[in-house]
């Protein structure tokens, strides 16, 4: 089997054909570095690799295998850690100069958790700084850069994550997603990245809780492969106060029906955001996918306000609650922006930041009775395709410049500030070969009517295949 052909395959095959002696864990991951080796000098997806501890625990699991052990339901199969997310003994810098040689003595519970299903991590994806921008670039690493286009972003801030699955460096990734995180990269780079419930996944050991903002998920080139992610890291856990009781709920096998009955909202704007037209021509399209496989569908009409300056005050405050203590040692080696939003946030008020905190209330209130009357929601993902690496600002949008709308991700914070399921599902292309994301939001606690949609989806128009030029296999 090639390197190509083990670089492309999904999770869920190869922990089959690993299970079944067709394929070896040490084969797999000699594939993967081999991979990493070639192409992450062109996308800057990885920041720390793992080669030694990697290739040492691929010939353990190799040897359980051969033993006839017990398996987890990830034995053997290569993963990602975003880079603000804790691994014990390997280096967790959060994208800054300021924890560059920081190793933390102790694993995130959902690393913890893919350990013990038997996945090998395999390295540290790259983060901007604490993960403040949609964006991933720092002053520590560089640039991660999107696998179909060396001169586009691959978003941010799980973009690392995101470039690394879709180059073929790796089936699964971890990813966080405090205003869009998974869902922004997933959509420039054209994978599927999966916000889960807020709580579903335990959070922590780690940064400080993002005032409940921050949710850790798959990022994966199938939905499928999603499922078999959130099936081994979901579930309460004590040391997350907020995590959600478990339910027993499993994710796999997915239905391979269709989505006959499944109520469909779709809002191309939410009520106040500028779209680019060629991304709304590709995510519109979409309906007419959804209305073959059963769904109905309907025009939301929502009359929402722009979240953006809400949630711009909420994200200014917490980022300066934990870091405004490093401004006077650090400031000259920090990122200029972060520098500018942590000085926003320490001044202010406490009372304007309750308004804020009130008014991602209202927007529950005004949002919620859309999931009364529908399962899902549609919308695009970005209101962009990946635009210049040279640049972290975009001003203009559907020929609009310079005003507070544009904003090229109005679709994903507000679902960070409701705490609902959402993905990043991709769905077609650009004229000039960048992807495009839909969006598919879901009732609080809903999960599996996501990866149902989504998955009824990819079968209707599938994606995984599709294989980016500096893959080298395309």
């Known amino acids: 089997m090639s390197i190509s052909d083990i670089a492309y395959m999904p999770a869920l095959e190869m922990a089959v054909a690993i299970r079944e002696k067709k ?8 594939a993967i570095l081999t991979r990493i080796d070639e192409l992450n000098p062109k996308v800057n997806a990885y920041c720390t690799l793992l080669p ?3 290739r040492k625990q691929a010939k353990e699991a190799e040897a359980l295998v051969m033993k006839g052990e017990e398996l987890g339901p990830l034995h053997g199969v290569p993963v990602s850690v975003k880079d603000l ?3 014990k003994s390997v280096r967790t810098t959060f994208g800054s100069r300021i924890h560059e040689n920081f190793v933390p003595d102790e694993d995130d519970i959902v690393v913890e958790r893919l350990k013990a299903a038997g996945a090998i991590v395999i390295g540290k994806t790259n983060t901007p700084e ?9 002053l520590l ?3 991660t850069h999107n696998p179909w286009n060396y001169g586009r972003h691959a978003g941010g801030s799980s973009g690392g994550a995101a470039s690394a699955v879709v ?7 971890v990813g966080t997603d405090g205003g869009g995180s998974i869902r922004i990269p997933s959509s420039f780079c054209g994978a599927f990245g999966l916000k889960p419930s807020y709580g579903r996944v335990p ?3 780690g940064l400080p809780e993002w005032q409940t903002l921050s949710h850790t998920g798959p990022i994966t080139r199938t939905v499928t492969d999603a499922a078999l992610m959130l099936e081994v890291i979901a579930g309460r856990d004590v040391r997350d106060r907020l995590s959600l009781p478990d339910t027993n709920l499993k994710y796999l096998p997915l239905p391979e029906g269709d989505l006959k009955g499944l109520k469909v909202a779709w809002s191309s704007d939410l009520g106040y955001a500028l779209v680019d037209p060629e991304v709304l021509a590709v995510t519109t399209s979409t309906l007419s996918v959804f209305e073959s496989l059963g769904a109905d569908i309907e025009e939301a009409n929502l009359e929402l306000e722009h979240q953006g300056p809400v949630f711009a005050v909420i994200w200014a405050v917490t980022l300066a609650s934990k870091l405004a203590n490093y401004l006077n040692e650090w400031r000259e080696h920090m990122n200029p922006q972060l520098v500018r939003m942590v000085e926003r946030g320490m001044g202010i008020s406490a009372m304007d930041y309750a308004r804020a905190a009130l008014a991602r209330e209202e927007f529950w209130n005004k949002i919620q009775p859309l999931f009364e009357r529908y399962d899902i929601l549609l919308t695009p993902a970005t209101a962009i395709s990946a635009f210049d690496i040279n640049t972290y600002q975009v001003t203009e949008i559907a020929g609009v410049k310079g005003t507070p709308t544009v904003d090229w991700t109005p679709f994903t914070y507000p679902f960070n500030f409701t705490g609902q399921p959402a993905a990043s599902v991709p769905c077609g292309w650009t004229e000039d070969g960048l992807p495009v994301g839909l969006q598919i939001v879901g009732r609080c606690f809903d999960d599996a009517a996501i990866l149902r949609a989504a998955a009824a989806f990819e079968r209707a128009a599938p994606w995984a295949e599709r294989i980016p030029p500096l893959s080298g296999a395309g």
Do not use: C, I, Q
Request: aromatic share 14%; glycine share 16%; net charge negative.
């Open 52 to 54: 030694d501890y990697a």
């Open 203 to 205: 959070r922590g050991p």
């Open 85 to 87: 997310v804790f691994s």
């Open 167 to 173: 180059a073929g460096m790796g089936p699964l990734a």
């Open 130 to 138: 604490f993960g403040f921008m949609g964006v991933t670039d720092n």
């Open 23 to 30: 394929l070896s864990p040490v084969e797999v991951v000699d």
């Open 141 to 143: 690493f560089g640039a």
